[in-house]
Every structure is written in structure tokens, then in C-alpha cells.
């Protein structure tokens, strides 16, 4: 199957710092790249939706100028959390799409942020 | 967005085949059903996806009955190695959304020995 990375796998920062992760599809390109968050013992909660090129869509109750997201290329999206706090600590998780008749979403391994 | 309504949990022991089965009674005619598997801290893993009837892969069987109103994933043999989380879900990537997905609750399988 396809092969999507994330970068890095683990962060700890401060509060009031910004955190950027790396959603990176290694073997194929993404026309669509999805983002996740995941509390301990939960399901994983789409936040928002990113296309290459295009602003990013994102779910209800997802703060956008707090979860910035750009999806420069078509290997490549970014999401920055900004001003984090504990709050924000969480296992966020990206995924991809190909692009084709039948795409088959892949997710990264995950990056565990922690917010001290 | 088609919702999806699965067990909580299941038990199984080693060698045994497991059925996991799915509700998703607004699956709409475009939509796909795909079957992830997730560890603690990992990502979700592609098990195996379908349309309709029956669809067979090295790690798993899909089945899926005429109205697609609800799919079955037929691990067989377990082992403790799938003890996991299983995730299903519906979605039409060639829709408005391209591709979105919503994750309901899962099942979390817990193999014993």
C-alpha cells in the first residue's frame, strides 16, 4: 500500500510556543490530505480537510487561525499549531488521498505532541 | 455522511476466525466501505475495502450484503497480534468531500491466548 510519513513522530514544547508537523505521502501524490486528532482511549476526530494549492477546510469547531494548515505541493502538508497549550496536547494523525476511481485514504504514524 | 454502528468490544482466543460486523444503514450509492485497523499510538492501518459482495485480501474477507446496509470483516485464525481497534467506515472519495471520512467509535478485538 501507499506510504504516508509524518515528521516529527513525538514533540514536547512549552505552553504559548508553535509546533509544526509534517504530513509527507512518500510514494504517491496526494491530492487531498486530511488531518486527525486522537485523545487518549477516543476516536480519532477529523479536523480539517486540505487540498493542494487551496485553502483548507476545516471542521466545526476547529479553530483555522489556530490550527494552520497549508498543503504546498502535492507530497506535502503542514500543520502548525499555534500558541500551543496543554490543552492541545493530543496524537495528531494526517492522511492521504491518491487521487483515482476507488482511493483508498493511508494515514501517517502519528505524532504525539505534548504541551508542558 | 453515512454513520456507522459497530460493537464496542469483542473477545476472541488465538486461532479462533472473528467476525466483525458493521451497521451503516444511510450508506449512499457512491460510497465505499473500508475496514482500518489501529494499535495504541499508531496510525490507522488500510485492512481491506469493498462495494459490494465479497471482497478477499491476504489478511481479511469483506462481505457485504445486497442493500449495503451493513458489512462484515471476517478476520480468520487471530492471533495476539490483532489485538487492535477496528475501525469501519463509509465514504464516497470521489464526492464534494473528497474523500472524507468520519471514524465512529470502533471495535477494540481483544485476542487471548
Known amino acids: 500500500g501507499a506510504v504516508v510519513s509524518q515528521h516529527p513522530s513525538r514533540v514536547i514544547c512549552k505552553s504559548g510556543t508553535s509546533v509544526k508537523i509534517e504530513c509527507r505521502s512518500l510514494d504517491f501524490q496526494a491530492t487531498t490530505m486530511f488531518w486527525y486528532r486522537q485523545f487518549p482511549k477516543k476516536s480519532l476526530m477529523l479536523m480539517a480537510t486540505s487540498n493542494e494549492g487551496s485553502k483548507a477546510t476545516y471542521e466545526q469547531g476547529v479553530e483555522k487561525d489556530k490550527f494552520l494548515i497549508n498543503h504546498a505541493s502535492l507530497t506535502l502538508s503542514t500543520l502548525t499549531v499555534t500558541s500551543a497549550h496543554p490543552e492541545d496536547s493530543s496524537f495528531y494523525i494526517c492522511?492521504?488521498?491518491?487521487?483515482?476511481?476507488?482511493?483508498?485514504?493511508?494515514f501517517g504514524p502519528g505524532t504525539r505532541l505534548t504541551v508542558l | 455522511l453515512a454513520k456507522t454502528t459497530q460493537p464496542i468490544s469483542m473477545d476472541s482466543y488465538e486461532g479462533q476466525e472473528v467476525n466483525i460486523t458493521c451497521s451503516h444503514n444511510?450508506?449512499?450509492?457512491?460510497?465505499?466501505i473500508t475496514w482500518y485497523q489501529q494499535f495504541p499510538s499508531q496510525g490507522p492501518r488500510f485492512i481491506i475495502q469493498g462495494y459490494k459482495t465479497k471482497v478477499t485480501n491476504e489478511v481479511a474477507s469483506l462481505f457485504i450484503p445486497a442493500d449495503r446496509k451493513s458489512s462484515t470483516l471476517s478476520l480468520p485464525r487471530v492471533s495476539l497480534s490483532d489485538t487492535a481497534v477496528y475501525y469501519c467506515l463509509v465514504g464516497d472519495p470521489l464526492s464534494g468531500n473528497t474523500g472524507k471520512l468520519i471514524f465512529g467509535q470502533g471495535t477494540t478485538l481483544q485476542v487471548k491466548p
Open positions: 444511510n450508506i449512499a450509492t457512491n460510497d465505499y
Open positions: 492522511s492521504a488521498i491518491g487521487g483515482g476511481t476507488t482511493d483508498t485514504q493511508y
